[in-house]
């Protein structure tokens, strides 16, 4: 069925270093891809998203490429600031919203 | 503040009992969603409403229900609950009806089961 598989983390950096979170999914035909993040005791909000193959989502500074031929939608940043500290979730829309467990993370000053 | 507003911020209720969590989406939004978090199955969409009417539904169980009211708040209703109920509630609302539109979440409700 459809899924989404994403590393569970924590994950913790330290300021100014790259992020890498890897997201991969399982879906029927091509979904829509998306991106959110959900902020210490707040909702989620939509960091960037991509519908089509190909398609580079970006946002404050986080990117993430739709890539039909490995399944995948990485969330990438150059230099992580300690406000990104926050959960993130990778997600898609094909038949129903899936979302992955999120991934949690912490950057030190 | 995403302009969504969620009430009860919280809900401390027994098991067997009953429950509404009221949402009202963001001004000139149609569609509204709701959203389960919790710690066994994580985040899962329950379903959508626009403009009064269902759109698509998701993981939600027969004792849930919600409906979509003329000026377009949303309740969902929650019966015979059970401890595994337990979880944060999330609405969102979007201007039109596609998945692929931005949707701005509420603040949530949390359930608490006993």
């Known amino acids: 069925g459809d899924s989404v598989t994403q590393m569970e983390g924590p994950v913790t950096l330290s300021e100014e270093a790259f992020l890498t979170i890897n997201c991969t999914y399982t879906?029927?035909?091509?979904?829509?891809l998306f991106w959110y993040v959900q902020y210490p005791g707040e909702g989620l909000q939509l960091l960037l998203k991509?519908?089509?193959?190909?398609d580079k989502g970006s946002n404050k500074g986080f990117e993430a490429t739709y890539r039909k031929e490995t399944t995948s939608f990485h969330l990438e940043k150059g230099s992580v600031q300690v406000s990104d500290s926050a959960v993130y979730f990778c997600a898609f829309y094909g038949q129903n919203f899936v979302f992955g467990p999120g991934t949690r993370l912490s950057v030190l000053p | 503040d995403s302009g969504v507003t969620q009430t009860p911020k919280h809900l401390i209720t027994a098991t067997g009992q009953r429950v509404t969590l009221r949402c009202s989406p963001r001004s000139g939004d149609l569609s509204v969603y709701w959203y389960q978090q919790s710690l066994d199955q994580g985040l899962q969409f329950l379903i959508q409403?626009?403009?009064?009417?269902?759109?698509a539904k998701g993981n939600i169980l027969e004792r849930f229900s919600a409906q979509q009211f003329p000026d377009l708040h949303s309740e969902l209703n929650l019966s015979s609950l059970e401890l595994g109920d337990s979880a944060l509630y999330f609405c969102?609302?979007?201007?039109?009806?596609?998945?692929?539109?931005?949707?701005?979440f509420g603040p949530g409700t949390r359930l608490t089961v006993l």
């Open positions: 879906a029927t035909g091509y979904p829509s």
């Open positions: 969102a609302s979007s201007e039109t009806q596609g998945f692929t539109d931005t949707q701005y």
């Open positions: 409403y626009y403009n009064g009417e269902e759109r």
């Open positions: 991509a519908t089509k193959a190909d």
